[in-house]
């Protein structure tokens, strides 16, 4: 059975859309993402599970139940913020068992929960300090302990690792996905970062302009854009545009009405004069800015009045203002309706 599902949700503000018609449904100890620009209305999504704001139409249904009707303090979620909001004045222990306690639980009782979660989310020889002598991983963990003691039906995550520096994100995503494979909790999770996303999600849902554009495991919204959007959203460098007559594309494709989407990685660049990659499939391309980042290399190239961006090896870069011969293969192109955006099966 689902433990969370939303259907047909719409919501907005001072008559402007900012959800249209969201239909979700997360698995009983699924950890979803939620994907998505700023402005996509990620966090909309995500007070409306939580009750903090009503949906213009649509319903939320939590463990079988439907409780669109029902304020935040009757439904059985917990929400882990971007800012932790934690009590300044109150220590490790306090924080986790807070929410107990408010609830009718003894402190004593309360306590010993709290100790027994914060062991399990790693924060366990915290429990005397108070936030200010947290580092910011430490106190994403008080967070989450604080999420877990109450047991809820539903983790809700807004872009929980925001805050965090790149060397303490990475470490944090990691051990919040060792973390909900330990414990097996339902988790909704908003972000905007891709990476975050593909890396935490058992499936991942891209929001854009208020719909949900596609919804499945990361390798298919890798492999399979749904649509153009999805396509560009998620890659570094973005996925590359081109007409169907574009020099730079095999022959055999369809001649209007489409959008021809290749990621960087599937340019493959060879140097002039090489025989391997001297062939009828090829064109050659003038080089251009040539960015190296780490271990890889994005390369600027440039044919005829088109610019595309190749992603290669740093020690297989070309040089600026030389020429490479550039080629793709058919499987690696994704075929887009001009129209609608929608993917379209070509061959």
Same mark, same amino acid.
């Given at each position: ?28 100890g ?6 998505g620009?700023s402005?996509a ?15 213009r ?6 463990g079988?139940t439907? %409780?669109t ?22 220590? %490790?222990?306090?924080?986790?068992a ?22 399990l ?8 300090r108070?936030?200010s002598?947290?580092?910011g991983?430490e ?11 109450r047991?809820?039906?539903?983790f ?26 330990? %414990? ?16 935490? *999600?058992?499936?991942?849902a ?8 596609q ?13 153009q ?22 022959a055999?494709l369809? %001649? ?10 599937a ?11 001297e062939?009828t499939d090829g ?6 800015q ?13 044919? *005829? ?20 011969w ?22």
């Open positions: 059975m689902s433990a969370l599902v939303l259907d047909d949700i719409q919501a907005g503000y001072d008559g402007a859309d900012v959800l249209r018609g969201c239909d979700l449904s997360v698995a009983e699924e950890l979803l993402v939620v994907l620009p402005g209305g990620k966090s909309t999504l995500l007070r409306i599970v939580a009750g903090l704001e009503r949906p139409r649509g319903r939320v249904i939590i079988g439907d %409780v009707d029902r304020r935040a303090g009757r439904r059985n979620v917990s929400m882990v913020f971007q800012n932790y909001a934690l009590f300044p004045h109150l220590t %490790v222990v306090e924080n986790i807070f929410g107990l306690q408010v609830r009718g639980m003894r402190r004593g009782e309360a306590h010993d929960r709290a100790r027994r979660v914060a062991e989310v790693g924060c366990g020889d915290l429990l005397g108070r936030p002598q947290l580092s991983g106190r994403q963990r008080v967070a989450l302990a604080r999420a877990m003691v047991e809820p039906d539903v809700l995550l807004d872009e929980p690792l925001s805050n965090l520096d790149a060397e303490l994100r990475a470490q944090t995503r990691d051990e919040l996905k060792a973390l909900h494979t330990r %414990v097996g909790a339902t988790m909704l999770h908003v972000t905007h970062d891709q990476v975050e996303a593909l890396i935490l *999600g058992n499936r991942v891209v929001l854009h302009a208020g719909r949900v554009e919804i499945g495991s990361p390798e298919e919204i890798w492999r399979r854009p749904a649509t959007f999805v396509g560009c959203f998620v890659g570094t460098p973005r996925m590359n545009l081109l007409p169907p007559d574009s020099p730079l594309l095999p055999g369809p %001649v209007s009405g489409i959008t021809i989407g290749v990621r960087p990685e340019l493959r660049l060879g140097a002039v004069g090489t025989e391997d990659t062939d064109v050659l391309a003038d080089v251009g040539v960015d190296v980042i780490g271990a890889d290399a994005h390369v600027h190239l440039r044919v *005829g009045e088109e610019s595309v961006r190749a992603r290669v090896p740093a020690d297989a870069r070309p040089s600026t203002g030389k020429r490479a550039v080629t793709v293969r058919p499987a690696d192109l994704h075929v887009f309706d001009a129209g609608t955006g929608r993917r379209v099966e070509w061959r």
